[in-house]
């Protein structure tokens, strides 16, 4: 069945970068987008960006322009997604999704089983 | 302050029908299909609805979406206690150049 298994958790200081690494299993990689969405605790779901894996051409969201890049392997089919120069409010839990595209719709199946990235001193 | 609106929480009790609006935009609801994900507690989001109205295989057919103008609901008949979950819209924005995500709504089944 198609899946994506993420990474586990990881704990980080102000100021490091992180690397969530996503695997994918059950479907061609290159034929789908990836994006990644996060989710502080209580909070609602925050889209990050979104790379094709066949081309790997990115799009970010503004807010995170310059912090976040998202690469893969094509050889073992997994996704990345690094964020760097941490901070508090970084703390979250980072998904990433297989994106299907029709038309004028764009929508995430499945999920992985998130990574929580915990930024304290 | 989510791009999307919902309200922030909906209840009903077992064998009730609950409706969850989300409203939007001309350069996001209006101009793109709209998509609704279930979050269970302590688990990540699954597809629910996917181009204003389809169902993935899978998911019972208690659960339906439409979408007019700026505006989407997503309708739960028939409520279950394995419901309760939390319910977010979305869809790709134009202007902003991103997938966009309502702020979420807590269901509570009674």
């Known amino acids: 069945q198609v899946q994506l298994v993420q990474s586990g958790a990881e704990v980080k200081k102000p100021g490091a970068s992180v690397k969530v690494s996503c695997k994918a299993s059950?479907?061609?990689?290159?034929?789908?987008?990836i994006n990644w969405v996060r989710q502080a605790t209580g909070q609602g779901l925050e889209w990050m960006g979104w790379?094709?894996?066949?081309?790997?051409?990115?799009g970010y969201a503004q807010k995170f322009q310059g912090r976040v890049t998202i690469t893969r392997n094509t050889s073992i089919s997994t996704a990345y997604m690094e964020l760097s120069s941490l901070r508090s409010e970084d703390t979250a839990v980072y998904y990433c999704?297989?994106?299907?595209?029709?038309?004028?719709?764009?929508?995430?199946?499945?999920w992985g089983q998130g990574t929580l990235v915990t930024v304290s001193s | 302050q989510s791009v999307l609106t919902q309200p922030p929480s909906a209840s009903g009790t077992p064998g009730q029908r609950v409706t969850i609006s989300c409203s939007g935009s001309?350069?996001?609801?209006?101009?793109?299909?709209v998509n609704w994900y279930q979050q269970l507690p302590g688990t990540a989001p699954k597809l629910l609805i996917y181009?204003?109205?389809q169902r993935p295989s899978g998911v019972p057919d208690r659960f339906s979406g439409s979408k007019s103008g700026t505006s989407a609901s997503l309708a739960i008949s028939g409520l279950q206690s394995e419901d309760e979950a939390d319910y977010y819209c979305?869809?790709?924005?134009?202007?902003?150049?991103?997938?966009?995500f309502g702020g979420g709504t807590k269901l509570t089944v009674l």
């Open positions: 181009s204003n109205n």
């Open positions: 999704a297989r994106a299907r595209r029709l038309g004028r719709g764009y929508w995430f199946d499945p």
């Open positions: 001309s350069s996001n609801i209006g101009s793109n299909t």
């Open positions: 059950g479907y061609t990689f290159t034929s789908y987008d």
């Open positions: 979305a869809a790709w924005d134009d202007s902003l150049k991103k997938v966009v």
């Open positions: 790379m094709n894996p066949n081309s790997g051409n990115t």
